[in-house]
Structure formats: C-alpha cells, structure tokens
C-alpha cells in the first residue's frame, strides 16, 4: 500500500537564512517544502505547481506579498499563510483583505506555526467535506444567498467579491442564522485553533464582511455584535 503524498508548502520569503530555518523544521515534521526568494516570480510558481499551502512574507524583491497574494488568490486555491511584521495591524488587515487565509508575526515560532498549518490543512479538508454534504442546496438568508458548490454569494440578486475567509464566516453565520455564535467557536471552526481572547482577526471579517453586504450603519441590523459573546446573523431582518 502506497504511502499518502506529503503536502507540499512553498515558502515565498527572501531571508535566506529563516527560509532554511523553516523548510528544515516542516520538513522534519512531514511536510515536502521547497523556496522561493522574489515576489515578482512567486506568482507563476505559485500557480504552476499549486502547493497545498503557502507562506508569504510581505515584504519581498521585485513584488511585495501582498500584490502576490492579490493576483493569485483568484485562481489559487490553496491555503496562504502570510507572515507579516511584529505588531503591525495594518500588514495584517491587508493581508486578509486580499485573501490571506491566515497571519503570523515575526519571529516565527515552530511550534505555532505548523499548528497554523495543521489547521489551515485541516479546514480545507473540511471545507471539501461541507461542500460534499451541502453541494445540492443554497442557503437563503432574507436577501443573502450563497451556493456551497459554487462558492457564490448574492445579496439582492448582486454577487459578492468575497475571499475564501470571508465566504467560511458567512457561511457559518447564515447555518446558524438566528443563533449567537461565540467569537471562540468562529474561531475554532474556521482556523481550527484554540481561541487566545486576543486575535481580532475574526472582528476584522466581520468587518469587511458587513461593509460588503451593505450593513454598515451605526447599529448593524443584519450581522449583530452580543457584547462579550460574540455574533449573530438576524434570520428574520436581512
């Protein structure tokens, strides 16, 4: 019996040094890893041999990271693991607004970074299982409509330009339209690690996400903030 394949990561990260750190620590942990140094390459690579998951910093020769993770993300399917500078929100709002599934600040720490990994990994798994399970039906939600099979969304008829972060969140918020979702379960389902109660990455999708299905008044009627627990997606006014 043939062994599985390795998932395949490719390291985009000009520091020659930390991007040897990194292949020889994952690839110790089972992980086929190869390099690539400049941005403005990245891309093609990137597409040709479609990894199962990249790491990407931002700052990079030729193109930065964040214009790679910009012109792939359309056609890129995989996980993008962004690392970005210590302490720089900015880096990591744009980061996820061009459709970073997940960020992580320097200096890299091993540990967490293959736990960031093995989740990223795993909810991609499990986006192809809910898929399978969903393919057949929409979920309606008042004006919003999404189709698992197409990964499309519509508000009022309009499609939505939603990265693959956005498209989860709104998709578990609309199964459990009516119902407070705590800010650790959105967490823990979508990025499959323990909720530190100081990540804000999920009140930034939450963000974006309003501003783009057009609930962005002082009081949100559609997506709704429950002060300390979390969201809730209003069945009955959307």
Avoid: W
């Amino acid at each position: 019996m043939s062994e599985a394949p390795k998932p395949y990561i490719l390291i985009v990260e000009d520091d020659e040094k930390l991007a040897a750190l990194i292949r020889e620590y994952l690839e110790a942990m089972g992980f086929a890893v190869a390099i690539e140094s400049r941005g403005d390459t990245a891309p093609a690579r990137i597409l040709a041999e479609s990894p199962d998951l990249v790491i990407l910093d931002i700052m990079l020769p030729g193109l930065d990271g964040v214009n790679v993770c910009r012109q792939i993300r359309p056609k890129y399917h995989g996980a993008i693991l962004m690392l970005t500078s210590l302490d720089e929100e900015v880096d990591e709002v744009v980061g996820l607004e061009v459709g970073a599934d997940d960020y992580m600040a320097k200096p890299v720490r091993p540990r967490l970074l293959v736990a960031h990994i093995n989740a990223l990994l795993r909810r991609g798994e499990r986006g192809r299982e809910t898929e399978s399970r969903t393919n057949r039906d929409s979920l309606s939600v008042g004006k919003l409509v999404l189709n698992p099979q197409s990964r499309e969304v519509r508000v009022d008829g309009q499609p939505l330009d939603l990265t693959t972060a956005e498209f989860e969140l709104l998709a578990l918020l609309m199964e459990k339209a009516g119902e407070i979702v705590s800010r650790e379960f959105i967490y823990e389902t979508l990025r499959g690690i323990e909720y530190d109660g100081l990540d804000r990455s999920i009140d930034l999708r939450v963000a974006r996400l309003r501003k783009k299905i057009g609930d962005t008044g002082k009081s949100p009627t559609m997506i709704k903030s429950v002060r300390g627990v979390g969201y809730l997606l209003a069945a009955g006014h959307v």
